[in-house]
């Protein structure tokens, strides 16, 4: 069975603060996503990463996956109230047709 | 993308009733997808159902408990039979956009309490 394991599991901040998130396999993934959801609604696709050293950035966000691919990391920069959510890293291949998805990262950021 | 539309939103059922979501996409798609979410747990794939012909189980699901119908390219639903209060948690739909790479896109979601 595939697992993607994230930390911290939880995450409580103050705004204008950096943070980093983690996602790790001991499986090879040949893409990995970053969802973000919001409390009463599902989750939205925030980034896709394929290539192994990829960073992508998406404004005050910054996704890397592993050389090896088999982690990847979302670092955000002076967080604000409106990044509040659940972060959830999935990989897809690993062995499986299905996405598999972590646990999450509950975040919350406090004014 | 695609715009997905999940009902109810909530619930709050008594143990041994039964519950009937709803999930519309605005486009055709040969796959959808129902999840669990759990307080605390990851999002875990309950089956698979494609149309004109039976849902796909993942381990740990059966059809009897929860039955699914897919009566067109664009629209399913997931029934919670004689529920307990272990089901209380939120439903979640997906379709995949299966491209070079697979992105998900979700539905809302259908947050269940049984009492």
């Known amino acids: 069975t595939q697992l993607l394991e994230q930390s911290p599991q939880f995450l409580s901040i103050q705004e204008g603060e950096n943070l980093t998130v983690y996602c790790n396999s001991s499986?090879?993934?040949?893409?990995l996503q970053w969802y973000r959801q919001e409390p009463g609604e599902g989750p939205v696709l925030l980034v896709t990463v394929v290539t192994g050293g990829e960073v992508k950035k998406l404004k005050r966000l910054t996704f890397q996956f592993g050389d090896a691919r088999k982690d990847s990391s979302l670092h955000i920069t002076a967080a604000q109230p409106g990044d509040t959510g659940l972060y959830l890293c999935a990989g897809e291949g690993g062995g499986s047709e299905k996405l598999v998805f972590g646990k999450g990262t509950k975040l919350t950021v406090n004014p | 993308s695609a715009v997905i539309s999940q009902k109810p939103s909530r619930d709050i059922c008594q143990r041994g009733t039964s519950l009937t979501i709803q999930c519309q996409v605005d486009s055709q798609v040969t796959m959808m997808f129902w999840y669990r979410q759990q307080p605390g747990q990851s999002l875990t794939l309950i089956a698979t159902?494609?149309?004109?012909?039976?849902?796909?189980?993942e381990s740990g699901f059966v059809i009897d408990k929860f039955p699914i119908s897919r009566p067109n390219l664009t629209f399913s639903t997931l029934t919670v039979s004689n529920m307990s209060p272990e089901d209380s948690s939120i439903y979640l739909c997906?379709?995949?956009?299966?491209?070079?790479?697979?992105?998900?896109?979700f539905g809302q979601g259908t947050r269940l309490t049984v009492v």
């Open positions: 159902a494609n149309q004109g012909s039976e849902a796909t189980y």
């Open positions: 499986s090879v993934f040949s893409s």
């Open positions: 997906s379709v995949e956009n299966r491209g070079l790479n697979t992105e998900a896109f």
